[in-house]
């Protein structure tokens, strides 16, 4: 089991199963999110269900962010520990011939996405905590839908998100279907299927997160 | 045809190697690049110089040994082909011609082209194998029945003649595509299945220690070996390792 740890196949594995889990959280935030476009009464009710329900809280939320911190780390090890297994570079090398530029800077389009994690907790995370726990103003089960649609007003806000949300797109482009490849799912490699609900669900949910941002962007009234 | 070659010179494994070009005339699209390269030594010698070593034996694509990466892909530009069945028909006149050894820590140069791949030897030889008893009742292997598709497929992993290309080609100069068409040429098969454990087990344990990078799937691999050798092996070398290392 010690050699599991160790070894560069767990390593895999553990972006593998990490990559999954936040694919699974990215679903479920997308679901609620997708509430604003349609209801903004069911969007504040889950927010507020989310902002104060103490399992969320108390449990789901320190996984999360757990399951965030080993994804980061993890990829930043395996890149350091890779750019190390050739210390010398070619002068020509063909890269872009054999493999997709996707899946070739996955440490690029990831450090972007962490970067606009850093400005959404900024945005979103702080300010709750701030609101629930330093101010501790009373509980307002009406604000979220408010607050969503200020954070859309500024045009550069919005360019941000959308930027950073096709670059998630492009990291999920490869690490979705990768991390099944890493699991050893046999159905991976046959093309079809897996794969492509991988690629679909890689462009649409993303997709989807951008045209909520452009959705409250045009039709905010704050 | 006339060309400019670009070639990494190292004179020993401990010298700072360069890039060196040397202008070639009189190429014949018939030629094969290793021809190529005897023509360019020839003259290197003639003219009192060292002649470019590189590694060959074959010369008929299944030992592995002719390794060069050539403008940038490992065996040059023709897909599912060695350095020695490629035929200078596929560049053009006047082209400049790139040539480097391998790069990964685990294949350090020996001189010029050479590199020292004896980590894929330590890989093998740390489970790549079926233990047979050889006291003189040794059973017939073909006696066990094999199912045709599954023989296929074994057959088609053991095709990997070592030559390191996927190391090569791949960003992070990983080995897994090696070391799993080792692993899958004898676990397919019910003889393997035997050691299936401890051979997965030993062989990955051996390719960390060698330094090489971790694999991120990139497919880099499979789309330079020249002899076809799928990404399915990296998918069930992965399933077999977790199942060794957990259930056992
Ligand atoms: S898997 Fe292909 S590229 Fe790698 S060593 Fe074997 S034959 Fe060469
Ligand atoms: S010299 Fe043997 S494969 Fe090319």
Redesign the pocket.
Known sequence: MSALVKSSLARKWVMALSGLFLVIFLTQHFVINITSVISPDTFNEWSHFMGYNPLVQFVAQPILIAGLIVHFAMGIILDFQNRKARPIKYANYAGGTNASWVSRNMIITGLVVLAFLGLHMYDFWVHEMTVKYIDVQPEDPTRYFHELQAKFVSPIRVGIYVVSFILLAMHLWHGFNSSFQSMGAKAINKGDGLRKFTYAWAVLIPAGFIFIALFHHFTHTH | MKLTLKIWRQANANAKGKMVTYPLDGIDGDMSFLEMMDILNEELITKGEEPVEFD???????????NMMINGKPHGPQKLT????LHMRKFNDGDTITIEPWRAAAFPVIKDLIVDRTAFDRIQQAGGYVSVNTSGNTQDANSIPIEKAKADEAFHSATC?G?GACVAACKNASAMLFTSAKVSQYSLLPQGEVEATTRVQNMVRQMDLEGFGNCTNTGACMIECPKGIKLENITRMNREYLKAETIG
Do not use: F, L, V, Y
């Open positions: 060959h034996d074959c010369r008929e694509g299944i030992c592995g040994s002719c060695t350095t020695c069945q003649i030559c």
